[in-house]
């Protein structure tokens, strides 16, 4: 069944027709003029316009209209995957994405890297209060004596040196047993053996993804944010755990 524009359109564009035809076939039956207006003549041409208006508007529907609709229908499917894929938000620079909230609100914080320090860093004062409330924290961080951290130092694709970089986390996060009083929880240290894809910092709701560049030297990369409840967010989700399982505790 034809939906009801179409037919509506299709009336319409007979009765233009029609009433095209009908005018030209009048126009040339008489000779009249009212006020130098030559009647017969008025009556052709604009049968002769709606004659034009009926083809282009048959043009348009049988054609471009229809590669109209199949544009728009392909950009609303695309958007409509990313919108599904559980993409919530995008920074073209990762160093833009604050993390303040997702560190002060989580159950469960999983922070993961090869041995960079920068968030420790910017959010020193609030993982440092995390852990004084007693929030589960954990962090994996590359192992120095693995063949992995031996390939960033070498291929110079790492953070500088990893020594640094991790005293500088032990430092601010009281890394290892707690040595404040008021501390509730320590951060809990796993170490992986991989050249990581992306880094990570994820709580039981969402997380934020960041990837590294291919090529040597300095380039801001982007970040996005995945959350629960969609497959893109499960890919992440059981990635980490893997590598969770995979990693040494840092008392072994």
């Excluded at 604009?46 to 229809?66: D, K």
Aim: proline share 2%; with cysteine; charged share 25%.
């Amino acid at each position: 069944m034809k939906p009801v524009s179409h037919i509506l359109e299709r009336q319409a564009r007979l009765i233009l027709i029609g009433s095209g035809l009908i005018l030209i076939v009048v126009g040339n039956l008489f000779e009249y003029e009212i006020l130098k207006i030559k009647v017969a003549e008025l009556c052709a041409h604009v049968g002769v316009l709606l004659l034009v208006v009926c083809l282009l508007h048959w043009i348009f529907e049988s054609s471009m209209r229809r590669q109209l609709i199949q544009e728009i229908y392909d950009a609303a499917i695309g958007a409509g995957r990313v919108s599904s894929s559980g993409i919530s938000d995008v920074q073209l620079s990762s160093r833009d994405v604050s993390y303040k909230r997702l560190i002060e609100t989580s159950e469960r914080l999983v922070i993961g890297e090869h041995y960079s320090a920068r968030i420790f860093e910017d959010y020193g004062p609030e993982i440092r209060a995390r852990l004084s409330r007693g929030g589960e924290t954990i962090v994996l961080l590359l192992d120095q004596d693995s063949d992995a951290a031996h390939y960033l130092v070498v291929s110079k694709s790492g953070h500088g040196a990893p020594e640094t970089q991790i005293a500088k986390i032990r430092d601010i996060a009281n890394f290892g047993p707690a040595t404040a009083k008021e501390q509730k929880a320590e951060l809990q240290v796993k170490w992986h053996h991989r050249v990581l894809r992306y880094s990570f910092v994820m709580n039981e709701n969402l997380a934020w993804i960041r990837f590294y560049t291919n090529s040597e030297g300095y380039s801001p990369v982007p970040a996005f944010c995945v959350t629960k409840g969609t497959d893109l967010f499960e890919f992440f989700q059981n990635d980490v755990t893997r590598l969770l399982e995979q990693s040494k505790d840092e008392s072994k």
